[in-house]
């Protein structure tokens, strides 16, 4: 029977290996969505303490308390530490940009950056509503820490940050050029990934990226959408 994760921001076990929690939306969900019992065994992770087995102890109104079992992993034990990559994410259509976020979780990108460009229609994110996303896909995925959110920032400041905060930076293409077969480490590095919105990037944004020296991902022969180019990029690029 397949056990369930939640993410707890903050777990303290105490020296009978009890571990207790006040956070109502947890309760709630666990009382009536999932409707456990005691006795029932969960898991709880966050980045701190990596991922512990738990047994539902009491029930109560306002807290729930539970019996530390054992250690899955340690917080150290994360995948997406290995490769860090930053998704620099031209702000689409809401219900697309978050399509978007739910599948960087499960692809174990590192953070999504929000980047308005000359082609951006609108800048309006709902931080909350893309956090608990995050959340809930990085409970499903089985990954140990939660996928970051940055503020949004223009093209050319993104440029900028990536520039000091990476090693290798590409932005996808229909180009038939590859940097990729040009640079076998990447694999092992801080990777600064940018994708353009829908209607992709202007030719003096992408003149942008040749002034910078941006290398090419090519995402194959076809035009695809902004979503679908997102996704096969980040594939490309964490899958390996």
Do not use: W
């Amino acid at each position: 029977m397949r056990i369930h994760r939640f993410y707890i921001e903050n777990i303290e076990i105490n020296s009978e290996n009890i571990v207790v929690t006040h956070e109502t939306d947890l309760i709630h969900q666990l009382k009536n969505v999932f409707r456990y019992k005691v006795g029932h065994i969960i898991h709880f992770f966050n980045e701190k303490i990596g991922e512990i087995e738990v047994e539902i102890l009491e029930i109560g109104k306002k807290d729930m308390s539970f019996k530390y079992i054992r250690h899955i992993r340690d917080a150290t034990d994360n995948k997406t530490q290995k490769r860090q990559i930053s998704l620099y994410m031209s702000i689409i259509k809401n219900s697309n940009f978050e399509f978007i976020v739910e599948k960087a979780v499960e692809l174990g990108i590192y953070q999504i950056i929000p980047v308005t460009t000359e082609r951006t229609i609108k800048n309006n994110l709902n931080y909350v509503r893309l956090n608990k996303i995050v959340k809930e896909a990085t409970e499903q995925s089985g990954r140990a820490g939660l996928m970051k959110i940055g503020e949004t920032v223009d093209l050319s400041n993104a440029l900028k940050k990536s520039k000091e905060t990476s090693d290798k930076i590409y932005f996808g293409s229909v180009d038939q050029n590859d940097n990729r077969e040009q640079d076998k480490t990447y694999c092992l590095a801080k990777i600064a990934l940018f994708i353009g919105p829908e209607g992709g990037y202007s030719n003096d944004e992408v003149v942008l990226f040749i002034d910078n020296k941006v290398s090419t991902l090519r995402l194959g022969d076809n035009i695809l959408r902004a979503e679908t180019a997102a996704i096969v990029a980040c594939g490309l690029l964490s899958l390996q």
